[in-house]
C-alpha cells in the first residue's frame, strides 16, 4: 500500500472487539496502535494489507495477521468491529 492508497484506504480507522476491550487504531501512515482495557498503546507498530489480508509486525518485532471478511476483522483469534463515529464526534 502506498501513501496515497494509505489515506484512502477503507480500513482505516478504529476496530474494537464487542466488549470494547481491545481498541485497535489502523491509521492512515501504515502505523497501527492498540490499546487492551485501560492500557492505552499496549501495542504499536506497522501493517500492510493487500486485498482483504493485513499483516502487521510490531515495534519489537513480533508478527501477527488478520483478514477483513464482510466488514469484520479476525485477527489472533479475535473478531473486530469497526466502530461508527456518531455526527458530534467527528474530527
Known sequence: MNKEQAHSHPYVGMWVTSDGYIRHELL???RYDEARGNRQSAYQGSY?????HIEYV?????TADGD???????????V?????QSEGSKK
Open 28 to 30: 492512515p501512515n501504515g
Open 48 to 52: 500492510t494489507v493487500k486485498g482483504n
Open 58 to 62: 510490531d515495534d519489537t518485532g513480533f
Open 68 to 78: 477483513f471478511v464482510d466488514g469484520v476483522l479476525y485477527h489472533a483469534g479475535m
Open 80 to 84: 473486530l468491529y469497526r466502530e461508527e
